[in-house]
């Protein structure tokens, strides 16, 4: 697993945007209004950390909307990391990644399908 290299300027919490990596897409702007800022070169970084239930499903969907994988999530909550793996975004979540002990999406084997 390589190193991830946080913004300086986020926020401190679970959810972070990786230094170097943001395209400014606008995208976490748009599903997480609030959570994200531009710093003075355009990049962005989470401004705010999910305080609410609400806040957290808004962090998800930013999560899987950006356009480079920038925004990852760095904390081990099994309800979020659910979601993420639900959402096929385990490479988004720094206690996943490499683990493959955690089960993701559940996948139909051909051959399961047949023998019915």
């Known amino acids: ?3 991830r290299n946080p913004h300086i300027l986020n926020a401190p919490g679970d959810f972070y945007v990786e230094d170097g990596c943001c395209t400014s897409c606008e995208m976490p702007f748009t599903e997480a209004p609030g959570h994200f800022k531009y710093d003075e070169g355009g990049h962005c970084y989470v401004c ?5 239930p609400e806040d957290e499903n808004n962090m998800i969907s930013a999560v899987s909307v950006s356009e480079v994988s920038c925004i990852r999530y760095g ?3 099994p309800e979020t990391l659910k979601k993420l793996v639900a959402l096929n975004e385990r490479e988004q979540c720094d206690a996943l990644v490499g683990n493959l002990d955690v089960p993701g999406p559940a996948k139909k084997v051909w051959w399961a399908l047949w023998r019915r």
Request: hydrophobic share 20%; charged share 25%.
């Open 1 to 3: 697993m390589r190193a």
């Open 75 to 77: 904390g081990n909550d």
């Open 48 to 52: 705010k950390q999910p305080s609410t």
